[in-house]
DNA sequence: TGAAATCTAGGTCGTTTGACCTAAATCGTC
DNA sequence: GACGATTTAGGTCAAACGACCTAGATTTCA
C-alpha cells in the first residue's frame, strides 16, 4: 500500500530502486544508505523515489523483506531440489558453502544482525527466516537419520546452521578465506551429526563413535 | 600519542570517555556514536571531549583497541586457567558460552563485523584478535588430542571458534535464547572433536577428502 | 483519447553532524 | 607560587540528512 507502482513500468522501477538500495547498503554499509545516495545511484531524482518509498524506514522495510523474500526462496529450492537420502544435506551443504565465496551474500547479513539486536521488527523478521533455515536443515537430518528425535534433529539443525553463519565469517574474506582443511573438517562434522551412533544419552561423556572413512 | 591525559585524572577521564562510548555503541549502535552524544552521556563538554579525542575518528580507533584488548585478556585468562589435561576445553567453553548470555558482549562485535566487511583497519585487527582465539583453541585442542596434527588442530579449532561466533546469534537474544539440548548437543560435538577416533585416513594427506557416504 | 500513473526540476525547512576556534577558569603538583 | 594539565562555555562553519512541497512534463494503458 506504501509502496505505489500499480503499473509495469512502476513495478520495474521499484525493483530497480531496491535493487540499487540493496548494492548501496552491501557495499557501504547501513549508515551510507540514504535516500539522495540511493536516488543518485539509481539515477532517478529524488522526487521520484520518493513517489515510490515515501520515506526511508519504508524503503529499507522493503528491501529488508524483498532480500530475505529472496533468500528464503533460494534456500528452500536448494533444500528441495536433491531429492535424494543421504546426499541431500551433502549437496546443500556444498551449495551454501559456494554462496559463501561471494561476499555481496554475508555482508549484508553482517549489517542485518547489528541492526536486529536494537530493532525489533528487524529482529522478528530475520528470526523468522532462521526458523525456516533450521526447519529445512531439521527435515534433510531427520532424513538422514530417521532415528533421532524431533528435539534432537533441531537442536542439530540449530548448530549446524550456527556454525555456518559463524564459518562465514572465517570465509567470506573478511576475516579470513575458504581452507580446504576447514573444509574437510566440516564434512566430516556433518556427517558426524547424521550419524545414528551418537543418539546416546546426554550424561555419557565421551561416546566411541568410528566414523566411516575409506 | 594523539590522546591526551598524562596525569592521574586524565587517564581516568580519558577511560571514562571510553566506558561511555563503549555503552553508546553496544546500545544504540555505530552509528549513533557521535562526539555530542558521547560528551552527553559523559557528562562534560564537547570541547572537553575533543581535548582527549580530537576527532571521531580518534575515538573510535582507541575504543576498538581497548575492546579488543580486553576481549584477548580475557579469552587468554580463560584458556589459560584450568592447566588441566582434557577438561581445560570444558571448562573454557562453559565459560565462553556463559559469556553469550550477556548480550552487550556480543552486540558490540556484530558492529564490528559489519564494519569489518568495509574497513581494512577494522578488519586486520579483528583478523589479530581471531587468530590468538583460534590459536589459544588450537592449543587445548592439541593438548586433549596430541594425536592430531598441528593442521587438523587448527582447522578444528576453526571450526570450533565459527560454531561459537555463529552459535551467539541464536543465543544472545537477537535471534534466539539458550536452549540446553542445543548445548548438549554442542558439547557432545566438543568431545568428538577432541576424540581420537577421528583422525581419518592413516597419517597420509588427504588431497582428495571423498567424503564417505553411502 | 483521456485519465491515471510516472517523472522531472527545483525548491524549503529544521536538524544534526564533525571539525575547529577562543578566552577564561579551575585543578594538581613541583 | 608557578606552571602545566584539565575543563568550561560559548561560538562558527560547511556539509549532509529526512521530510515535505509545487508545478509542469511525459508516459502508460483502459
Redesign the interface.
Known amino acids: 500500500m506504501s509502496t505505489r507502482g500499480a503499473s509495469r513500468k512502476g513495478q520495474e522501477r521499484s525493483e530497480a530502486i531496491l535493487d540499487t538500495a540493496e548494492r548501496l547498503l552491501v ?5 551510507a544508505l540514504t535516500l539522495r545516495g540511493v536516488a543518485q545511484q539509481a539515477g532517478i531524482r529524488l522526487g521520484n523515489l520518493q513517489y515510490y518509498f515515501a520515506t526511508r524506514e519504508e524503503l529499507v522495510r522493503a528491501l529488508l523483506a524483498r532480500v530475505l523474500e529472496r533468500a528464503t526462496a533460494k534456500l528452500e529450492k536448494r533444500m528441495g531440489a536433491a531429492g535424494h537420502p ?2 541431500a544435506l ?1 549437496a546443500a551443504l556444498e551449495s551454501l558453502l559456494e554462496d559463501q565465496k561471494e ?1 555481496a551474500s ?2 549484508l547479513f ?2 542485518l ?6 530493532e525489533p521488527a528487524i ?1 522478528t523478521e ?2 523468522a527466516f ?1 526458523a525456516r533455515y533450521v526447519g529445512a536443515v531439521e527435515g534433510l537430518l531427520s532424513h538422514a537419520a530417521p532415528e533421532l528425535s524431533r ?2 534433529a ?3 539443525a ?2 549446524l ?7 562465514s ?2 570465509r ?1 574474506g ?3 578465506a575458504p ?4 573444509e ?6 556433518t ?3 547424521s550419524d545414528r551412533s ?1 543418539g546416546g544419552p ?1 550424561s ?11
Not at 544482525?113 to 536494537?118: D, G, H, Q
Not at 546452521?161 to 564459518?167: F, Q, S
Not at 574437510?184 to 562434522?189: H, K, P, Q
Open positions: 557495499d557501504e554499509g547501513h549508515a543421504t546426499t551433502d561476499p554475508y555482508r553482517y549489517d544482525w547489528a541492526l536486529a539486536a536494537r529482529a530475520l528470526r532462521y528435539a534432537e533441531h537442536a542439530r540449530e548448530l546452521v550456527a556454525l555456518l553463519e559463524g564459518l565469517l572465517f567470506s573478511t576475516l579470513g581452507d580446504p582443511k576447514v574437510s573438517e566440516l564434512r566430516r562434522m556427517s558426524w551429526l551418537s546426554p555419557g561423556e565421551r561416546r566411541k563413535q568410528q566414523v566411516k572413512q575409506t
